[in-house]
C-alpha cells in the first residue's frame, strides 16, 4: 500500500531565542539592512518589542517590492484587466462604437499617464512607510549598508537624501546586537542581451516607456514573464512570448498553466514554446532575439525576465563569516538564522520564497526570535500564492506535483468556473477550482483556484489548510448565492463522496 504522507502538525514547539535569559529588549540595538517588507515589518516587531531600531535603505523605503516590482507592476496589471473587463462588454449587451469595428487599444492607452500614476502610487506607498516607521520611533538612515564584522554595520552615503545629514561621501558606523539582512534581489540579465533601458528591458525598467511597444517580445514564461505578457497584450501591444520550456509557468498547476496559455492565445498572443533566447540586439527601428536554434524574432521591444539574483555580492557578508549558497544566496534556517549568531536574514536575498508576504513572515520571526518573544518556525506550506494574469492563478499548501512527487495518497476534484451561476452573470468562463485532500481523513492538502480575482478567492482554502480543516468543514459552511467562492463549497462536497 503506497505511503499516505500528511502535512506537519501546526502547533510545534516555541524556539529558543538566543542571548542570556531574561534579556531585556530594551537594552537591544537592532540594525535591520534593506527596507523591504522583510526588513520594514522586522523594524516595526523590534520597536514594538522595545528595541533600538535602525533601518538602512539605500533606494527608498519599501525596496524593490514597493518602488520596482510588486506594487508598480500589480498596478499596471490592474489597468490592464479594465480593458480585459471592456471586452466582455457585448455580451453582456452594452457597446461602445460602431458594431463590428475593431478597437485599436493602442490608440486609447495613454502609457505615459499609465506609468506616472503607477510611479506615483509606488512613492506614495514608500512615503506611508517612512512615516510609519518614523511614527513607531524607528530610525531611518539613508544609504548603502555593509557590514563590517558581526555585530557593525558601515553605511556608505550618496548624498541623494539629506535627512540624515550625511553628506555625498560620508559614512556612519552603526554598532548592533542584532542585524537583519533584508537585501533583496535585482533582474537577471544576460551576457547575450545586455539591457540598455530604452529597447531591451528588464521589468524595472519598463516605467519609464512613454509609448506602448508596438511588438514586445519577453524573454521569459515563469510568473513575471506570463504577468507582463498578459498585461501588455491587454493593453494593445502585439506580444511574442518566448518560453525555452514545453510550456507557460512550468512551475505551476498543469492545468492552470495550460489553461492560462489557451487563453494568451486565443487573444492574439503569440507563445513561443521550447525556444531559448541566445540574444537580444538593437536594430535600426527595434531588437531582433536569436533563438537558439537560428530562428530570429524582431520587435520593436523586448523585455528579459529570466529571473532574479539575491543583491548580497560585496556588502562583507562573507568577510563576517554569513554563509553563502552557490546561488549566493543567505543561507537561512527556518527562523531566518544565518550562520553567524545575532545576524539574520530575510526576503528574496535568501532564495526560499520569493514573495513579499514571505519576506514578511520572515522578518517578524527573525525579530521574534533575536528579542526573546514567542515564535514559531516559517511553514511553507501555509504560503499562499497568486499570479497577477488575467485571469489569475491563487495557489496554497500541496501542489499535485509535490504529492505525486512524495507518492503520497490523495483525492482531487476540479470544478469549471463557467458552471458557478455568479461567473455566468460575470461573462467569466476561464477558470476552475481544485481541491486536493487526505483519501482517509478529507484534510485538504491543498488547492488552485483559477479565476478572475483568485488572490481573494484563495483565503477560505488557505485558512482550510492552515487550520487542517476537513472538506466536510468547508462543505458545510455557508456561501452566498450567488457567489465565485461557492465553487469552493462546492468542489469541497463532490470530494466528501471520494473521502472514506
Known amino acids: 500500500m503506497p505511503t499516505v504522507n500528511t502535512p506537519p502538525q501546526d502547533t510545534p514547539a516555541p524556539v529558543a531565542a538566543p542571548g542570556a535569559p531574561g534579556a531585556d529588549p530594551r537594552s537591544q540595538r537592532v540594525v535591520v539592512v534593506g527596507g523591504g517588507p522583510g526588513g520594514y515589518e522586522a523594524a516595526l516587531v523590534a520597536r514594538r518589542l522595545g528595541a533600538r531600531v535602525t533601518v538602512v535603505e539605500q533606494q527608498g523605503l519599501g525596496g524593490a517590492a514597493v518602488l520596482t516590482d510588486v506594487v508598480p507592476s500589480k498596478t499596471l496589471i490592474a489597468t490592464a484587466e479594465w480593458l480585459t473587463i471592456a471586452e466582455q ?51 531611518v538612515v539613508h544609504g548603502r549598508g555593509r557590514l563590517d564584522g558581526p555585530s557593525r554595520v558601515v553605511v556608505e552615503h550618496d548624498g541623494a537624501d539629506g535627512a540624515d545629514g550625511a553628506g555625498d561621501g560620508a559614512t556612519t558606523t552603526l554598532d548592533a546586537d542584532t542585524i537583519l539582512l533584508a537585501l533583496g534581489a535585482t533582474p537577471r540579465t544576460l551576457d547575450t542581451a545586455v539591457p540598455d533601458g530604452d529597447r531591451i528591458l528588464t521589468w524595472t525598467q519598463l516605467y519609464r516607456l512613454t509609448e506602448l511597444p508596438e511588438r514586445l517580445i519577453v524573454v521569459g514564461s ?22 525555452s520550456r514545453d510550456r507557460v509557468l512550468p512551475g505551476e498547476d498543469m492545468d492552470a498553466a495550460e489553461l492560462l496559455e489557451g487563453v494568451f492565445r486565443s487573444r492574439g498572443m503569440t507563445v513561443m514554446s521550447r525556444s531559448r533566447a541566445a540574444t537580444a540586439e538593437r536594430t535600426a527601428d527595434g531588437v531582433a532575439v536569436t533563438l537558439a536554434d537560428g530562428r530570429v524574432v524582431t520587435g520593436s521591444h523586448v523585455l528579459i525576465a529570466v529571473g532574479a539574483v539575491p543583491s548580497t555580492a560585496g556588502l562583507g557578508l562573507e568577510e563576517a563569516g554569513v554563509r553563502l549558497t552557490e546561488s549566493g544566496h543567505v543561507a537561512v534556517d527556518k527562523v531566518s538564522r544565518t550562520s553567524v549568531r545575532g545576524i539574520y536574514a530575510a526576503g528574496d536575498c535568501t532564495g526560499v520564497l ?6 514578511a513572515m520572515q522578518g517578524r520571526i527573525a525579530m521574534s526570535h533575536a528579542l526573546g518573544d514567542a ?15 488575467a485571469p489569475e492563478i491563487a495557489t496554497v499548501g500541496y501542489s499535485e506535483a509535490r504529492l505525486r512527487e512524495q507518492g503520497s495518497r490523495y483525492v482531487t476534484t476540479m470544478l469549471p468556473l463557467a458552471r458557478n451561476p455568479r461567473a455566468k452573470m460575470l461573462g467569466m468562463r476561464d477558470g476552475f477550482v481544485k481541491l486536493f485532500a487526505h483519501p482517509e481523513a478529507g484534510v485538504v492538502l491543498g488547492g488552485v483556484v483559477v479565476a478572475p480575482r483568485a488572490s481573494e478567492l484563495v483565503f477560505p482554502i488557505t485558512l482550510a489548510v ?17 457567489s465565485l467562492s461557492g465553487s469552493i463549497a462546492e468542489a469541497a462536497r463532490v470530494l466528501h463522496g471520494q473521502v472514506r
Open 222 to 243: 515563469g510568473v513575471t514573464g506570463a504577468e507582463f505578457a498578459g498585461a501588455y497584450q491587454a493593453l494593445g501591444s502585439e506580444v511574442v512570448l518566448v518560453s
Open 89 to 139: 462588454g457585448p455580451e453582456l449587451g452594452i457597446r461602445g462604437g460602431d458594431p463590428g469595428e475593431p478597437r485599436d487599444r493602442r490608440a486609447i492607452v495613454d502609457l505615459e499617464a499609465v506609468n506616472a500614476r503607477v510611479l506615483a502610487l509606488a512613492e506614495a506607498q514608500s512615503a506611508d512607510i517612512r512615516a510609519r516607521l518614523e511614527r513607531e520611533g524607528v530610525q
Open 354 to 359: 520569493p514573495l513579499a508576504s514571505v519576506a
Open 375 to 389: 515564535v514559531a518556525p516559517l511553514k511553507l506550506g501555509r504560503v499562499a500564492a497568486n499570479i497577477f494574469t
Open 466 to 482: 492552515a487550520h487542517r480543516l476537513t472538506v466536510d468543514d468547508v462543505a458545510e459552511a455557508f456561501t452566498v448565492y450567488p
